[in-house]
T-cell receptor, first 109, second 112 residues
Framework: GQNIDQPTEMTATEGAIVQINCTYQ??????LFWYQQHAGEAPTFLSY??LDGLEEKGRFSSFLSRSKGYSYLLLKELQMKDSASYLC??????????WGAGTKLIIKP | DAGITQSPRYKITETGRQVTLMCHQT?????MFWYRQDLGHGLRLIYY???????DKGEVPDGYVVSRSKTENFPLTLESATRSQTSVYFC???????????FGQGTRLTVV
């Protein structure tokens, strides 16, 4: 079956670094997406990885290992506004997104 | 205004009633999607559309109907609402099947 696993909740301190892990099992693979969702709002796109390696975008980076079925989202220099849920989604061979339940990130001052 | 908009933002309806959630996008994106989001679950795909007059079932289509007569609109109808359809519904669009999706603000539907 198809499955996305990510931690339910994480806590980190303002100014620190946090890594949110995601493991995936999809029928075929057409990429791995990360979205950010603030409470009561719509998800917004953060990153897309289809090749192995690290993609950096400012304070946010995303890593993919296709052989391990593993990705992580790295957030540096955490700010209070980064408190949100982070959604991992794998795209299968039919270009359907399989979504994880999301990781709620709590930032403490 | 450019973007993707959903209406209504909030809706309370009674069991057995028909209700339609609207979705409109101004980018002329080919692909449009309807998801539901429930606590403890990831987003679950209800229906999607690759172009006008082309729709297909997602993971949880039972009890829902969609249409897409125009590229910009993708309404979702609950034919006879049930309490299990209480959820937050998100519409999304993308230009291609493997690119980022843009989400509407969501509709919080409560079935009583």
């Amino acid at each position: 079956g198809q499955n996305i696993d990510q931690p339910t909740e994480m806590t980190a301190t303002e100014g620190a670094i946090v890594q949110i892990n995601c493991t995936y099992q999809t029928s075929g693979f057409n990429g791995l997406f990360w979205y950010q969702q603030h409470a009561g709002e719509a998800p917004t796109f953060l990153s897309y990885n289809v090749l192995d390696g690290l993609e950096e975008k400012g304070r946010f980076s995303s890593f993919l290992s296709r052989s391990k079925g593993y990705s992580y989202l790295l957030l540096k220099e955490l700010q209070m506004k980064d408190s949100a849920s982070y959604l991992c989604a794998g795209m299968d061979s039919n270009y359907q997104l399989i979504w994880g339940a999301g990781t709620k990130l709590i930032i403490k001052p | 205004d450019a973007g993707i908009t959903q209406s209504p933002r909030y809706k309370i309806t009674e069991t057995g009633r028909q209700v339609t959630l609207m979705c409109h996008q101004t980018w002329s994106h080919s692909y449009m999607f309807w998801y539901r989001q429930d606590l403890g679950h990831g987003l679950r795909l209800i229906y999607y559309s690759a172009a006008a007059d082309i729709t297909d079932k997602g993971e949880v289509p039972d009890g829902y109907v969609v249409s897409r007569s125009k590229t910009e609109n993708f309404p979702l109808t609950l034919e006879s609402a049930t309490r299990s359809q209480t959820s937050v519904y998100f519409c999304a669009s993308s230009s291609r099947e493997n690119t980022e999706a843009f989400f509407g603000q969501g509709t919080r539907l409560t079935v009583v």
